[in-house]
Every structure is written in C-alpha cells, then in structure tokens.
C-alpha cells in the first residue's frame, strides 16, 4: 500500500508522521484478531483508505489519529470475522492461522521481476505468546465478539472503557467477553513449555522423521496427538485431522517416502520452535507445534502456498 509521505502538499497536515507510525500496530492487532496476515494487511489497508478519504478538515478535527486508526481497523476487522466464518465454512479442508517467520526469515512475497525482497519492518508483526499456534486456534474458536475484546484488553492492554467505544458495547458486556475468553484460553492451552526444550524436542523430531524411524517418532508424540494439515484445496493435504502417535508417524513416513527430495529446516513459526519442509529451495510446508508433558501433542501442517509468502523461498540450510 502507498500511504502518501511527508513532502508536497500534505507537509501542512497535522500529525501525519503519527499516523503512518501506526502502521506496525494495526497490523500487529489485525493479525492476531483475524489469523490472517493477508487479511490484516487488507484491513489495515481499508482503515488507511478511509482515513485519506476523509475531508482535511475532518482529519485535523481527529484528536487522537492514532484511537481513530485502532477503532475503525478493529471494526473492520469485526466485520471480516463475520464474513470468515462463512467463508471457512466453504474451506477445503482444515483451516489453519497463517504462520509467520522470524523476523530475520520475512520477505514480502510482494516484490517484481520474481524475485522476493525483504520486507519493510513496519509491516513485521511481534512475535510473541499471543501469536504461537496454539493461542491462534484457541481464537479461532471464540465468538468475534469474545476474540476482539480478549485482544485488546488482555494482549493489547487497552481499558474496558476504551475497548467498549471501540466495539460499541458496555464495559460490563465487554468485561464479561474477555472474561468469557479468557476461561476458554485457559482450559485449553497446555502448560508453557521452554522454547529450548521445544527446539530440542523438535530437533529429535526432525531427526526420527528424517531417518523414517516410526518407532523414534511414536515416542516424541503423545499418544493421543493431532496432526491438522492446511491445503487450501490448492495443494495435496489430509483433509481431516490425523488422530493419535502411530497413525501420525505412519503418515509422516509415507509423506517422506512420497518426497524423497525434501528438506527439513529448523525454523522460528510464529515466536516458538518449527519445521519448514523445501523441495527445489520452494518452501512447501511450515509446521508448528505444540507439547505437553515432553511429548508433542499436536502439529499444524500449512501447505496453502497463499499462506506462505512471508516465507524464505531459499532459506539457508
């Protein structure tokens, strides 16, 4: 997106550089209501549109161009939640939040001539506890409502006061909401685990998996684990969730013995420990995890190619 500069006739504008500093906040706010970095982008980008859209005088009447921006974006990003849900509906297969590299590993997948270029860093989204897999799927099964005032009371901090104007609901609905959420956080996400102990566990996993080793791979999952794989209908993927240690390890070596040119990558997915699987230098497949108790319990395989262009089409080994 062109957001216009600080040069020519928009020098006069007050607050401008404010304005276009909140870039990286909207974005960082979208991705986590909505899973989605494309979608957040789109939504970030409708909010700017309106905002240059306005009269000049509207917008030196704004108080606070920075609530104006968050307001709008979260309500854009209200009514895309709705819509997703129809939309997933339609989805083929399971869906799965849209994972991100680190920081060092982000290109833009936008750049001409075919090539990927690095991405600008206000488009980098924070990688914390709030964007790991695990508290992305649990968001993924609150109501809008819920998931919109959990993010920003809880993640972004935001008074119950404030998060009430933004919604348009009481501070006691909204109270309630994050509460609500918070409950659901809580009984599903297993106890945090060490992202070095994570890397290691991943690490063995990579190995096993590698050397098609069923047993080694049956003893680094739980026995009751999943494995959810995101095709998209674009590209070949289980389209129901596999359920337990051997079906999982199985299912692994048969992919292995499908792609014997395939390359598995320790990777950063989303602020914890990951895999990425390369054929030809193409990043095709981005895994993330999730343990408890030392085992893995479950694995979300993305392979929608739509999903992966933040990625590194030729990462180093």
Not at 211 to 232: C, E, N, Q
Request: glycine share 8%; proline share 7%.
């Amino acid at each position: 997106m062109n957001i216009p500069t600080d040069t020519g006739h928009d020098r006069a504008e007050p607050g401008l550089s404010e304005v276009v500093g909140e870039r990286r906040h909207l974005i960082n706010l979208a991705y986590r209501l909505l899973g989605s970095l494309a979608e957040a982008e789109d939504a970030v980008q409708e909010t700017y549109a309106r905002w240059y859209a306005m009269p000049r005088q509207r917008r030196q009447a704004v108080e606070s161009p920075g609530a104006w921006l968050t307001t709008v974006t979260t309500r854009v990003c209200l009514d895309l939640l709705g819509s997703a849900r129809v939309r997933r509906e339609r989805y083929v297969g399971a869906w799965i939040p849209e994972p991100l590299p680190d920081r060092t590993e982000w290109i833009s997948g936008r750049a001409g001539a075919g090539r990927a270029e690095p991405a600008d860093p206000a488009d980098r989204v924070t990688l914390d506890e709030s964007v790991n897999m695990a508290f992305l799927v649990v968001l993924e099964a609150m109501t809008p409502a819920e998931r919109v005032a959990f993010i920003l009371h809880d993640v972004f901090r935001y008074p119950f006061a404030e998060v009430a104007d933004i919604v348009g609901r009481s501070p006691a609905a909204c109270r309630q909401l994050a509460s609500s959420a918070r409950r659901r956080m809580r009984s599903a996400q297993a106890p945090a685990v060490p992202a070095a102990r994570q890397a290691g566990l991943v690490r063995n996993f990579k190995a096993a998996w590698e050397a098609k080793d069923i047993k080694a791979l049956v003893g680094l999952l739980d026995p009751d684990a999943t494995m959810t794989a995101d095709g998209g209908g674009l590209v070949g993927a289980v389209l129901r969730p596999v359920e337990g240690s051997e079906r999982i390890a199985r299912y692994l070596v048969h992919i292995a013995d499908k792609a014997p040119g395939m390359t598995l990558l320790e990777r950063t997915v989303n602020g914890r420990p990951g895999l990425v699987a390369q054929q030809a230098g193409l990043t095709v497949t981005v895994a993330a995890f999730d343990l408890d108790g030392g085992r893995i319990t479950r694995i979300w395989a993305v392979r929608n190619p739509e999903k992966l262009r933040p990625w590194t089409e030729h990462g180093p080994s």
